[in-house]
Structure formats: structure tokens, C-alpha cells
């Protein structure tokens, strides 16, 4: 893969384009555009750059061409033919001349013209770097920074006294956690709704006190809508629907005696401290354990349709439905920063 591919595999993840079957927010938009921004990832960003550096290369390379043959022929007329070895270069004894620097200063800029598709792979990888350095799974988050060589950030100073600057400047924080909105995505002829039912957070607090997390409704986990009523009557080629509901709060001892037994059957080491019966407890876990439960109840009610869009089918090389919990959960409970002025930044 070359730069160029490892920037625009890097932009259709900026843009999400993993997420085209997600149906709600800002995805609707994202999807109402998908096909724009497609074209010009694919096509039009890489036409646009071979065509301003083959430009570039052919303006330098004739101008720079026409120098070298110039000073070229200036060395021979004022040290000879013999001032070149048989391979094209000047003899050790003439590369202090005055026409000599001349000769030799021409020709490294002649060969740093003709190494213009280096220099056109080493502008895609920095921007790859620069890009991948404030992304991650979907959100804007700036990434600790070391130099190692020297380059030093440069930031906004007026004179103070004193200047004090952070990673995050001029970006608003963000708590996920706190919207709870519902996650919608297709799967085949099926809407599948996640939907939180019921959330106990703090919220006078950006942080809460004790780890919660997502599962699933102790009532009426999961409801299966075979087609929406249209003027009246059932349609079978309107869209199914399937709501999953959930709960965030805190895990139950019983739920935590759930994720040991787990750990056991995934021969997972299991954490022996029994104190305040709690264990670290990691949010993937509960989401393999919520996906199970689904799972048997699409084969306890028989769904073989769903089973399948859900369960066999794979996304990223794990069945949808995890994928998708994963998604939700990870979106729901990460922090993240908006930028107020992102544009101006980059």
C-alpha cells in the first residue's frame, strides 16, 4: 500500500464510512453525502495531486534541465572536456572552482527534482501522521506528542510573562455518556434499535464515582416488530424492526458472579480478591455477555432471519450485532473534544 492509499484508507475512517448502515444523527448526513465524498477520496484526491505534482515536476524539471545543460557546457568551455570523469561527473580537483560550485549546486537541485514522487510520498505520509494524530475510533482527541529531533510546537504568544498552554486548547469537552440517544442501524430488511430505557449517572459530574455499564433490560430486553403498520395494514416489504433495550448502571453481584463464570469458560484468569465482591471488569466483556443472551433468544423465538443478518454475518471479522454493540457502548461512555475553530487549526 502506498501513501497515497494509507491517507485515503485513513480519510474514509475520519468520514466513517464503516458506519454506512447506521440510521440516525449526523450518520443520515454522512450517508446523504457518502457517495460525494467517496468519489473524491477515491478519485478525485488522487487525480488532483498527480496532476499539481506532474506539473510541478515538469515546470522544475525543464527549467532545471535547461541550467544544467547550460553550466554544463560553461565548465567545458572554461576547464575542458576532460574536467568529467567517464561516468558524468566533475573531477575532485575541479569542484572547488567557482564554475565547479556552480555545476555541482545545479545538479543537486537537478536530482532533488527528479526525486519529486519521494518527496510527493513523504507530504501523504505526513499528513497521515498529522491526521492520525487527533483521531481515534471515531472521535477528534489530541494524542500525547514527544520530539525526538528537535521540532518543537509552535504556539500563539503576545509577550506574557507567563504562558500557559495545553493539548486541548481552544476545544470544547465533551461526555458522551450523558445523551443516551438511541442507536439505529440496518440490517437487511431489519431496523435494529438500541435503546436505553434507563440510566442512573451523576449528573453533576462529568465523572461518575463507581463503574456502570450497559446491560440489558431486566423487563422487556428485546422486542420484535415483524413490519410497521402502513394505512392500516401490514406490509411484508416494509421494514422489521427489532429494539433492543438497555440499562447503565452499576452491575448487580449476580451479574458480577456472571462475568467470573465467563472468564472461566474463556479461560480467562480470574481475579481472586473477593473484596466488596468487585472485580475489574472490562466494558468488551459485557458486551460478548449481552450478545449471547441475544443470540439464544433469536434461537429460542426462532428467528432464522435475524440470526443470520445478526449473528452469521460479519462485520470487521466479528458477527454485526457485536460489532454494533460495540460501537454503542464505546460511544456512549468515551469523552471526547470539539474543536471550536477546526478549520483554523488545521
Known amino acids: 500500500m502506498d501513501s497515497i492509499e494509507k491517507f485515503q484508507d485513513l480519510l474514509k475512517k475520519l468520514f466513517q464510512f464503516e458506519t454506512s448502515d447506521l440510521d440516525f444523527g449526523i450518520y443520515r448526513i454522512l450517508n446523504y453525502k457518502r457517495e460525494t465524498i467517496g468519489k473524491f477520496i477515491q478519485g478525485e484526491l488522487r487525480n488532483k495531486v498527480e496532476t499539481a505534482f506532474a506539473k510541478h515536476k515538469d515546470e522544475r524539471l525543464t527549467n532545471i534541465n535547461e541550467k544544467f545543460e547550460k553550466v554544463k557546457e560553461k565548465v567545458i568551455q572554461s576547464l575542458g572536456q576532460n574536467a568529467f570523469t567517464p561516468t558524468g561527473d566533475l573531477k575532485e580537483e575541479f569542484k572547488d572552482t567557482p564554475i565547479g560550485q556552480e555545476f555541482l549546486s545545479i545538479k ?11 518527496i510527493k510520498n ?17 472521535d477528534f482527541v489530541p494524542h500525547y506528542r514527544y520530539s525526538i529531533k528537535g521540532h518543537k510546537y509552535a504556539i500563539p504568544y503576545n509577550g506574557e510573562e507567563v504562558k500557559l498552554y495545553w493539548a486541548n486548547q481552544e476545544q470544547y469537552y465533551t461526555k458522551t455518556g450523558l445523551l443516551f ?11 435494529v434499535i438500541f435503546r436505553i430505557v434507563s440510566a442512573k449517572e451523576e449528573l453533576a459530574s462529568n465523572k461518575a464515582t463507581k463503574e456502570r455499564f450497559f446491560v440489558l433490560d431486566d ?29 447503565y448502571r452499576e452491575l448487580t453481584e ?6 467470573k463464570k465467563y472468564r472461566k469458560e474463556q479461560k480467562k484468569k480470574e481475579d481472586e480478591d473477593e473484596e466488596d465482591k468487585r472485580i475489574k471488569i472490562k466494558r468488551e466483556e459485557i458486551d460478548k455477555i449481552n450478545f449471547e443472551k441475544i443470540r439464544k433468544f433469536l434461537e429460542g423465538q426462532k428467528q432464522h432471519s435475524l440470526l443470520k443478518n445478526l449473528i452469521e454475518n460479519q462485520k470487521n471479522e466479528i458477527p454485526i450485532l457485536l460489532y454494533h454493540l460495540n460501537r454503542f457502548t464505546a460511544k456512549n461512555t468515551k469523552d471526547y473534544f470539539i474543536h471550536k475553530n477546526l478549520k483554523k487549526f488545521l
Open 108 to 118: 543537486a537541485q537537478k536530482e532533488e527534482v527528479e526525486k519529486i514522487d519521494e
Open 254 to 259: 449476580e451479574e458480577i458472579s456472571e462475568i
Open 181 to 191: 440517544r438511541d442507536y439505529t442501524f440496518k440490517a437487511n430488511d431489519y431496523k
Open 122 to 138: 513523504q507530504v501523504f505520509n505526513d499528513l497521515h501522521n498529522f491526521f492520525s494524530r487527533y483521531y481515534e475510533e471515531g
Open 219 to 247: 423487563e422487556n430486553p428485546i422486542e420484535i416488530i415483524p413490519s410497521p403498520l402502513v394505512g392500516g395494514s401490514k406490509s411484508e416489504g416494509d421494514n422489521k424492526s427489532i429494539i433492543i433495550r438497555f440499562q
